[in-house]
């Protein structure tokens, strides 16, 4: 079956730190990926995404490179700051006529000045 | 931008009530879906719909019905409520370019 590994937190970074969240994932095809963020008290909202290997996606300071050959979309930020406090979470979704995501864990993110 | 709106952002009911979460999306999409979400079990799929009165469980229907009488609405039924149920709630609705969106949330609390 389909499935997404996520590193466990919370992960507790100074702002300006660098952050990587690992994600790894087993699938039956050639999934799209996804992270997703939630903010304290809110629904989750997507970051960015990638529907190929070695596509980059990229949004707000983030990244994340499909890796096909070690199944990966890690998470990285080079400078992380208050505001990036929250949960992400890295999913899947199989071809290109599914609709269903398949969710990691998630990881909660905390950011001390 | 696609909006999800979900009814309430926090529920109280009591064990046994019939408890009724709406969720409403204005982009026109063909698929929406309830997750319900727990500290250290990420994300769980309860029910999603392909199409208006169509739907199909996810890997946790039990407790749950739901019902999608129009395309823009999703309704998630709990038919007696139970403390296990308390939870947030999540409403999704998708097409195929965009991913999910996700509406805020309702968190409830069975009592």
């Known amino acids: 079956g389909n499935s997404v590994t996520q590193m466990e937190g919370p992960v507790t970074l100074s702002e300006e730190a660098f952050l990587t969240i690992n994600c790894t994932y087993t699938?039956?095809?050639?999934?799209?990926l996804f992270w997703y963020v939630q903010y304290p008290g809110e629904g989750l909202q997507l970051l960015l995404k990638?529907?190929?290997?070695?596509d980059k996606g990229s949004n707000k300071g983030f990244e994340a490179t499909y890796r096909k050959e070690t199944t990966s979309f890690h998470l990285e930020k080079g400078s992380v700051q208050v505001s990036d406090s929250a949960v992400y979470f890295c999913?899947?979704?199989?071809?290109?006529?599914?609709?269903?995501?398949?969710f990691g864990k998630g990881t909660k993110l905390s950011v001390i000045p | 931008d696609v909006k999800v709106t979900q009814s309430s952002r926090y529920l109280v009911k009591r064990t046994g009530e019939k408890v009724f979460l709406e969720c409403v999306q204005d982009?026109?999409?063909?698929?929406m879906f309830w997750y319900r979400q727990d500290p250290g079990l990420g994300l769980r799929l309860i029910y999603f719909?392909?199409?208006?009165?169509?739907?199909e469980k996810g890997d946790i229907p039990e407790g749950y019905s739901v019902s999608r009488e129009k395309k823009e609405r999703f309704s998630l039924i709990l038919e007696s409520a139970s403390t296990n149920q308390t939870s947030m709630y999540l409403c999704?609705?998708?097409?195929?370019?965009?991913?999910?969106?996700f509406g805020s949330g309702t968190r409830l609390t069975v009592v």
């Open positions: 999913a899947l979704r199989i071809g290109a006529g599914s609709y269903q995501l398949t």
């Open positions: 982009m026109d999409h063909e698929n």
């Open positions: 990638a529907t190929k290997a070695d």
């Open positions: 719909s392909y199409d208006v009165k169509m739907k």
């Open positions: 999704a609705s998708s097409d195929i370019n965009y991913g999910y969106t």
């Open positions: 699938a039956t095809g050639y999934p799209s």
